[in-house]
């Protein structure tokens, strides 16, 4: 995970004589980057997390320090330190106060101190946090696609407290939009949100984007923790995206050891693209039945081809007459075979059900025993996953963007 600021500011008093006033409960914010700010106007480009210093060169007196505070508390970043001197010769009351109250860390750093010193001391920290992050995420996306060269990155693993013998669940989520997917930028934009969220257990873990996923990888995660997990992380991603959206989160089966990994891997992302098909905020890989036949073809050649020969003939005859054969279809297997369902469904009379029906039998040269009924069912569902464009199946050989 990105650094904390408890983390960054560790010794910070021993060494620079920085001293936190305000906001302890807030140590445990992420820091994205530092910067140096006196113009008032400037926070409001910033993204959120950074640490921010100020002189106060720019103003007279200290009166101005509580607006500041309450612009940088608006603008969620993860701390601000007063650099007390001869612009600034105390933290207003106020100031602290509000910090305090809002959760927002307040230190004060004496004017001898260089802030080029501080500043470049944080940010070879949050840049070597950052290189051990990719490091371990590298490790990890090895693990997903060449699981046979496991020997190269199993150290890097081990060194950060991810053993072989451990049990591992895995979370895929992503964020869908009414006229779109969603994409990586979105899930940068809540990343250290989203670290918070996941940041409270024990026992190590590593998040990371995949394409346009969010990827989370867990040590001895309990069904209940991780269905908890997922839910909180969809509310709170929904909350802090400017447009309407929904989050859709897949859980993994445990994986047993590095090998398991790999699997895992592949259940969290088959449970997520079922999710975004059932607009779902949560799907886990246990519970989607057939679809767990389906995902594990790997081929949506072999799916399509599967579609056409089980349900072509229906398919074909209502694109040509606008008909509604196959949907009919569906839905009497769905509804356990009644005619009165399907007639209350569609609205017509149970002898028009009928009708259409043995119209389908004869299309279908079948007469619906059980097994027919497996095979046409199991076509719908493939053909449900074919229709739907972020629930692609995708094939074990096809090439993944690791970034």
């Known amino acids: 995970m990105a650094i904390t600021l408890a983390k960054l500011c560790a010794n910070t008093e021993r060494t620079y004589g920085m001293k936190l006033l305000a906001g302890k409960t807030g140590l445990d914010n992420f820091v994205r980057w530092v910067h140096i700010v006196e113009d008032s106007e400037v926070p409001d480009f910033m993204h959120g997390n950074e640490l921010v210093f100020t002189t106060g ?7 101005w320090l509580m607006d500041f505070a309450q612009h940088l508390y608006d603008r969620r970043v993860a701390g601000f330190v007063v650099n007390i001197g001869p612009y ?10 509000f910090c305090e109250k809002n959760a927002l860390p307040l230190f004060v750093v004496p004017w001898a101190v260089r802030l080029i010193d501080i500043t470049y001391d944080f940010c070879h920290r949050i840049i070597s946090s950052e290189e051990s992050e990719t490091s371990l995420a590298g490790a990890f ?13 199993a150290p890097v693993l081990e060194r950060r407290g991810f053993h072989d013998v451990s049990g591992y669940t895995l979370l895929c ?28 257990s024990q ?36 909350e802090n995206i400017s447009q309407p959206a929904g989050v859709h989160v897949g859980i993994s089966d445990v994986g047993l050891g ?14 997520m693209r079922l999710a975004v098909m059932k607009k779902a905020a949560v799907m886990h890989y246990h519970d989607i039945g057939v679809y767990k036949l389906l995902f594990g073809v790997g081929s949506s050649k072999i799916l399509s081809d599967y579609v056409e020969t089980t349900l072509g003939k229906l398919l074909d005859h209502d694109a040509k007459n606008n ?30 059900v009928n009708y259409k029906l043995k119209q389908i039998r004869e299309m279908l040269g079948s007469e619906f025993s059980d097994e027919d009924k497996m095979n046409l069912l199991l076509a719908f569902r493939a053909q449900e996953l074919l229709n739907t464009e972020n629930t692609k199946v995708i094939m074990e050989d096809e ?3 690791c970034n």
């Open 141 to 153: 996306r090895n693990l997903f696609f060449t699981p046979g060269e496991r020997d190269a990155y």
């Open 399 to 401: 090439p993944y963007e």
């Open 173 to 200: 989520a992503s964020i869908s939009h009414p006229d779109r997917a969603g994409t990586a930028d979105e899930w940068r934009s809540v990343r250290f949100l989203v670290q918070k969220i996941c940041s409270g």
């Open 203 to 238: 026992y190590p873990s590593c998040i990371f984007i995949q394409e346009n996923m969010l990827v989370i990888v867990r040590q001895h995660f309990p069904v209940q923790e991780a269905q908890r997990l997922a839910e909180t992380l969809s509310s709170a991603v929904m």
């Open 88 to 97: 600034i010769s105390s933290v207003p009351r106020e100031v602290t106060e």
């Open 57 to 63: 060169i720019s103003h007279k007196g200290n009166s």
């Open 323 to 352: 008909g509604d054969y196959a949907e009919l279809l569906r839905c009497y297997f769905e509804n356990d075979c009644s005619v009165k369902e399907v007639a209350d469904i569609f609205g017509v009379h149970r002898n028009t």
């Open 258 to 271: 590095f090998d398991g990994i790999h699997t895992a891997w592949h259940q969290a992302l088959s449970a």
